[in-house]
Every structure is written in structure tokens, then in C-alpha cells.
């Protein structure tokens, strides 16, 4: 009887677990310029800064792999490295957590891939934000 019951919670824990939902979403919450910032090894007299809302859906801790960063933006076709990494290092559950993306004013894209934990997981989940910059 007792193995019954745990074959049951094993079953609903795995139904909850992997719900369709992802874990972290995404928007951008604002696109300014920005003067005067250090951007690629040089002070950049026009910047963009692109204002990015993460939030963690679950109710579980997220923590990023952040030495994996990577983050980009696109001209003239190209993608350039930017070479920032750990702007968020973890994320408590069921919150969200805003930081600036600063990009030199030729910037047409960006893109910040990153690799996270899920709570006490074992393994790297991708996740990737990517826009593309209206003028």
C-alpha cells in the first residue's frame, strides 16, 4: 500500500515539475540614450541603454551561470561581443529583477544568452534574450 501512495506523489511531483510554463520571462521596459559610458574598451560619447525585466515565474530560487555569459550586439550584419557578464548572479522566487544593457549607438540588435539552475537542479538550462533596436 505505502509504495502505491509514493508511485502517486512521484507522479503529481513530476506533473507540477514540468508544466508547460516556462520558469523566466522577459520584457523590455525601456530604450533611451545614454551619454558618456564605458562601453567596449572605450568611453562611448552616445550610448543606447536598453532598460530589461527578468522574472522568475516559479517558486523556486534561480541561480545564473554567470561565469557563461555572454552578451552582444549586431551591426552591419556582425555581432560584437560586449564582453559584460553577472548582471544577475541569482533570483529569489516568484520575482522579478531589472538591470540596463548599454550599447554603442551603431548597435541594430542585441543579445544576452545566459544559463541558469532551476532551484537545487543539476543541470544548466539555456535562456536568451534578443531584440532588435528600432531607430
Known amino acids: 500500500m505505502k509504495t502505491w501512495h509514493i508511485f502517486v506523489v512521484l507522479v503529481l511531483w513530476l ?4 508544466s508547460t510554463k516556462p520558469p523566466l520571462a522577459w520584457r523590455v521596459i525601456d530604450v533611451q540614450p545614454h551619454q558618456y559610458y564605458y562601453v567596449l574598451d572605450r568611453m562611448d560619447p552616445d550610448c543606447i ?15 545564473f551561470k554567470w561565469p ?7 551591426s552591419d550584419g556582425r555581432w560584437e561581443s560586449l564582453g559584460i557578464s553577472a548582471l544577475i548572479p541569482y533570483m529569489p ?34 535562456f536568451l534574450i534578443e ?4 531607430r
Not at 15 to 18: D, E, F, I, K, L
Not at 131 to 134: D, P, S, V
Open 49 to 63: 541603454r536598453v532598460d530589461i525585466e527578468v522574472t522568475n515565474q516559479t517558486s523556486r530560487g534561480v541561480y
Open 68 to 74: 557563461r555569459d555572454e552578451t552582444a550586439f549586431q
Open 131 to 134: 531584440g532588435k533596436l528600432t
Open 93 to 126: 522566487p516568484c520575482e522579478s529583477r531589472t538591470f540596463a544593457l548599454l550599447l554603442p549607438k551603431r548597435a541594430e540588435a542585441y543579445r544576452y544568452s545566459m544559463y541558469y539552475q532551476l532551484g537545487c537542479a543539476v543541470y544548466d538550462r539555456p
Open 15 to 18: 506533473c507540477v515539475s514540468c
